[in-house]
């Protein structure tokens, strides 16, 4: 039987690498056959190339056997809406060729002849109008084109007549795929306010703002991975559980299987194992110890900083901070650099060239997005972005940041004395008032305002901590030269009354081979803020998540 049951694997194995050249996919916009080709000769994108290497092989192989099957077809980029307008010449180039757009209806509007519908697939501002006459294919569906409904449109790219789009699409053929009831559709041609938007924010991506905003988030990402990885740092996926408080605030989720959901209503009281003394015990929980959702990948981030010189974390963290202002969510997402061998100085060099770079990608790659943030939401926010681009950054200690606020003779809601922390109103002063719109990084804060594992200065009052500023924001990147020296850092730990068996694995970093290191962190969504000129987060974040709302 084992002889068998190895003859019959034998047998099958080729099967393993079968790959079939296969006709080309229907792509979302469709060409003739010959114009097709050439149009998708430099986008195709194969995957498995060892195993398409040796498909003749694997197929003769597999059809000895019997065992042919159908190949995977081959997977390459669709062509999209902004593929055809997003271009200097804003589609000219495409008049009198065969289109098939694939996207929801923006609008339809009936005239006496001719339909004007304006459809969107999301891959950019602009939307594809599409003309059709009562005589085409599928026209008896046209009482089912509403806002909202997901369409098929086939046709011919002609010049348009109107003043809004060089060209549109002269329809021959329409299907409807999936209907959209106009009298409950939440979303319609009118304005709606973006607090009503949060209440359906599974559908507000399909609005010119949030689609605008999500493509700019996207490319404020993808610039950010570019930007470490071509100047040779490594990502790390830090943990999203994790035992520790990065800043010490205590302001975590619990992560638990202590409460269970079993139970009609979930787990009573007594159902919770306790101590003697009636406190929780922790040594029954999954983890056997309190867990917690992350606030910061920065401590897991010194440890391969440590082995690799300079990584980089991107990834989501959570603060159960009661706060229900526009510029705190429970969930957001942070990028979170370390450099080893690195001091304040090389700190604050990363950051200005890492938000420079960021901010000119959009500029040179979302311009029609970024053409409706200034037109619709924030006047001269492009101007603004320039001015982070071409001038030099400011940075000043926070003793003289102190000195210009109490010297400006402003009434600020919150005082301002050496040894408080500034608050965004001072921040905003700073760097929109005082410098005119210039980024600013203030340096050296009294170490009792800052966590622990920050670097003490010589000065033995402040560390080596800076913030970066930006108008309109206030802090957008919070970062340190951190403690190396383990003597200081365990000092710290026990002003703080933080456990240092706690943090073990943390000072065993000092123990082996420490070097001077730094690192900075960043607000996503705080980025997007800035980028957009949103003026409330959680229009910044896809679904956001806050006090008391935890929908979608």
């Known amino acids: 039987m084992a002889a068998a049951a190895a003859a019959r694997l034998l047998r099958l194995a080729p099967r393993r690498l079968q790959v079939k050249t296969s006709p080309l996919p229907a792509l979302s916009f469709q060409l ?47 062509l999209r809406v902004a593929d055809v307008k997003g271009g200097e010449d804003e589609g000219a180039a495409w008049v009198g060729k065969e289109l098939a757009v694939r996207g929801w209806v923006r609008t339809c509007r009936a005239q006496r002849t001719v339909t004007f519908v304006e459809v969107n697939d999301g891959s950019c501002l602009s939307n594809m109008q599409c003309v059709l006459t009562p005589d085409i294919e599928g026209y008896d569906q046209i009482d089912s084109v509403t806002t909202g409904a997901s369409v098929l449109v086939e046709g011919v790219v002609a010049s348009s007549q109107g003043g809004k789009q060089k060209v549109e699409l002269k329809v021959s053929k329409i299907t ?22 949060r209440t359906v924010a599974h559908l507000r991506p399909r609005t010119n703002t949030f689609g605008a905003v999500t493509r700019v988030r996207n490319a404020l990402a993808y610039a950010t991975h570019k930007f470490f990885q071509d100047n040779g740092f490594v990502w790390v996926s830090s943990p999203i559980i994790t035992a520790s408080d990065c800043e010490g605030a205590g302001e975590q989720f619990y992560v ?135 001038k030099n950054f400011v940075h000043l200690s926070y003793t003289d940041a102190v000195e210009l606020l109490l010297g400006s003779k402003k009434n600020f809601e919150f005082p301002v004395k050496w040894g408080l922390d500034l608050q965004s109103e001072h921040e905003r002063y700073i760097t929109e008032v005082a410098f005119g719109g210039r980024p600013v990084i203030i340096r050296d804060y009294p170490k009792e305002i800052k966590a622990f594992y920050m670097r003490e200065n010589d000065d033995g009052k402040t ?27 365990e000092a710290r730990l026990d002003e703080q009354n933080l456990s240092k068996e706690s943090y073990w694995w943390y000072l065993d970093l000092r123990r082996y081979g420490s070097v001077p290191h730094a690192g900075f962190g960043l607000g996503f969504e705080r980025l997007v803020q800035f980028a957009t000129g949103i003026d409330n987060i959680r229009d910044a974040i896809p679904f956001p998540r806050v006090p008391g709302s935890a929908e979608f």
């Not at 019997?66 to 995977?72: F, P, T």
């Not at 409807?176 to 938007?197: H, M, N, W, Y």
């Open 256 to 390: 638990t299987t202590l409460l269970s959901n079993s139970a009609e209503g979930g787990s009573l009281l007594k159902d919770i194992p306790a101590t003697k003394d009636g406190r929780v015990d922790w040594s029954q929980d999954f983890f056997c110890k309190p867990a917690f959702l992350t606030v910061s990948g920065q401590l897991n981030g010194e440890t391969y900083a440590s082995a690799l010189s300079d990584i980089y974390t991107f990834g989501p963290t959570f603060r159960a901070e009661n706060s229900n202002t526009a510029r705190h969510l429970a969930e957001f997402w942070m990028i979170e650099p370390e450099l080893a061998f690195a001091d304040l100085n090389d700190d604050m060099a990363c950051a200005t060239a890492y938000l420079q770079y960021v901010v000119k990608y959009i500029l040179d790659n979302c311009k029609e997005d970024m053409d409706f943030f200034n037109t619709w939401v924030e006047k001269g926010i492009i101007d603004r972005l320039n001015d982070v681009v071409e």
């Open 463 to 489: 560390v080596a901590a800076m913030d970066l500023l930006v108008p309109r924001v206030g802090e957008l990147i919070g970062g340190s030269q951190r403690e190396e020296r383990l003597d200081h850092l």
């Open 32 to 78: 003739p056959r010959t114009a097709l080709l050439a149009a998708a000769s430099g986008q195709r994108q194969r995957f498995c190339a060892a195993a398409q290497a040796s498909a003749p092989a694997a197929a003769a192989a597999a059809a000895a056997t019997g065992l042919a099957g159908e190949a995977v077809g081959e997977f390459r980029k669709r």
């Open 176 to 197: 409807v795929i999936g209907t959209s009831d106009p009298t409950s559709f939440p979303i319609q041609k009118k304005r709606a306010s973006r607090e009503f938007l």
